[in-house]
């Protein structure tokens, strides 16, 4: 939701955007129904602050954030943010963890830019190899986008070990792409990696919340900003969101391949089908012994 990424970025603001900020968690509501002046007066700061604070979060003023602000809290679902109690019934499980990832994709839909997309499917449609990089979960969402791309005959490779993409990002070379993917953005392995492939000239798409020292190393940022403060009884909430811009990218970039992907697709598709058969005729006719 656009609340959890303004808790994300609190430390980014400055002394007076934060009291903006904090003002904005504590009443949203308020927020929304009132004007520039009163949140300013609420906040006990001015006018030109609230705009600032608008535009540190992305948005090009007041109106613009107080519509994004709206939309989210009339899209939120009921129990999206309640935590699991011990006492939990499954169906309580299914109404609150169901209610929290759809809320997530919401806010991922109302939130993410068609432009750093379009900035990102540009750079990887012209790149000669695609590596994805991430650590812990992250990493797991990397070795998804490596199976995800490479069924389009991208030469892709994934890595979750920061030894060894630090030794991939010494090979790496110009017109190379890695897509960084990280859910807090200040992994020191993973920067140090992404500092190597940018002095050799490689480029970076990086998954990552915007105000982050991973988004500051990107060619191009793809930014991500959800919360990560959750309960450990909660689903990841940010790895689903990372799993869907993956998909949006790789069907992005087969999409613009043309013909020539969606070709290479259905043959490893057609493939996969083939194997299928094989090993069902298998099954169903064992080899005598």
């Keep these: 939701m656009l609340l959890d990424s303004i808790r994300t970025q609190l430390d980014a603001l400055s002394k007076s955007e934060k009291k903006v900020a904090v003002a904005v968690l504590k009443n ?25 604070f608008c535009r540190a979060l992305g948005y090009d003023g007041w109106h613009e954030f107080k519509l994004k602000l709206a939309q989210t809290l009339a899209l939120a679902l009921p129990n999206a943010d309640e935590s699991m109690l011990q006492d939990d019934l499954a169906a309580d499980l299914v109404n609150k963890i169901c209610s929290r990832s759809i809320n997530t994709l919401l806010d991922l839909r109302n939130n993410l830019q068609p432009a750093a997309i379009e900035k990102a499917l540009d750079l990887l449609s012209r790149s000669n190899k695609i590596e994805f990089w991430g650590q812990g979960t992250s990493g797991i969402v990397a070795s998804d986008a490596q199976h995800k791309f490479f069924r389009s005959g991208v030469p892709t490779v994934a890595y979750a070990d920061p030894h060894i993409h630090a030794i991939s990002a010494a090979l790496l070379k110009k017109g190379d792409t890695v897509v960084a993917i990280s859910q807090r953005g200040n992994s020191t392995a993973l920067l140090h990696s992404v500092q190597l492939a940018r002095r050799v000239g490689a480029d970076v798409v990086a998954l990552t919340p915007s105000g982050t020292p991973l988004s500051d190393l990107a060619t191009v940022l793809v930014p991500i900003d959800l919360s990560f403060n959750i309960d450990p009884y909660t689903p990841i909430s940010a790895r689903l969101a990372h799993l869907v811009v993956i998909d949006i990218l790789a069907v992005g970039l087969a999409l613009k391949g043309g013909p020539e992907f969606r070709k290479k697709m259905q043959n490893a598709q057609k493939a996969l089908q083939k194997l299928d058969m094989q090993f069902d005729s298998f099954l169903r006719h064992p080899p005598k012994l």
Excluded at 31 to 38: F, H, R
């Design 28 to 52: 949203p509501d308020l927020a929304v129904s009132g004007n520039i002046t009163a949140l300013a007066k609420n906040a006990q700061v001015s006018e030109p602050t609230v705009v600032r």
